[in-house]
């Protein structure tokens, strides 16, 4: 599965593929590129531990105000996660008007549906919570809107790509 990170300021092409019970493969580019195997536990709810051949870490995680908290060896870091095909163009013009899906960025639960239908929603308003790898992600609001279509269902099985509410 391909992810867009984003870190603070930094922004990276993230690559993982499950290999078994807890490991990945993953390939990451962007201001630093490093590729390998990692085993990835959670050992209470929002803390994982994380083996990366002789390295460690404990990553606390929890959603914020601005993304994802990820606190790593007491440093702490925004994370936003997104699909990179659903990038903005260069122009800046693209999905300010007509509608707009909002996607679920990976396979995971719907925990909570945050708007009802014809509610009207401000840019980085919460839109839905989906659980995904343990790790409750809340997607918002890419832009001013109204929300015209909600698919998804609190407690129903999501797909990576799958539309879950739509905005004009």
């Given at each position: 599965?391909?992810?867009?990170?984003?870190?603070?300021?930094?922004?990276?092409?993230l690559?993982?593929?499950?290999?078994?019970?807890?490991?990945?493969?993953y390939?990451?580019?962007?201001?630093e590129?490093?590729?390998?195997?990692?085993?990835v536990v959670?050992?209470?709810?929002?803390?994982?531990?994380?083996?990366?051949?002789?390295?460690s870490?404990?990553?606390?995680?929890a959603?914020?105000?601005?993304?994802?908290?990820?606190?790593?060896?007491?440093?702490?870091?925004?994370?936003?996660?997104?699909?990179?095909?659903?990038?903005?163009?260069?122009?800046?013009?693209?999905?300010?008007?007509?509608?707009?899906?909002?996607?679920?960025?990976?396979?995971?639960?719907?925990i909570?549906?945050?708007v009802?239908?014809?509610?009207?929603?401000?840019?980085g308003?919460?839109?839905?919570?989906?659980?995904?790898?343990?790790?409750q992600?809340?997607?918002?609001?890419?832009?001013d809107?109204?929300?015209?279509?909600?698919?998804?269902?609190?407690?129903?099985t999501?797909?990576?790509?799958?539309?879950?509410?739509?905005?004009?």
């Open positions: 599965m391909k992810l867009r990170l984003d870190i603070d300021q930094d922004s990276y092409t690559d993982v593929t499950p290999t078994g019970d807890n490991a990945y493969r390939a990451i580019d962007g201001a590129s490093r590729s390998g195997a990692a085993s959670e050992v209470m709810p929002g803390v994982y531990s994380i083996l990366d051949g002789a390295r870490w404990i990553v606390t995680v959603g914020g105000a601005n993304g994802i908290e990820a606190w790593v060896q007491g440093n702490r870091y925004i994370l936003s996660v997104s699909d990179p095909r659903d990038r903005p163009s260069r122009s800046g013009t693209a999905g300010k008007s007509g509608p707009l899906e909002v996607r679920s960025l990976m396979p995971g639960k719907v909570r549906v945050l009802a239908r014809n509610d009207h929603v401000s840019a308003q919460g839109l839905v919570v989906v659980e995904a790898m343990k790790m992600n809340e997607l918002k609001a890419p832009r809107g109204r929300v015209t279509t909600i698919t998804a269902v609190e407690g129903a999501v797909g990576a790509g799958v539309t879950l509410v739509v905005l004009e």
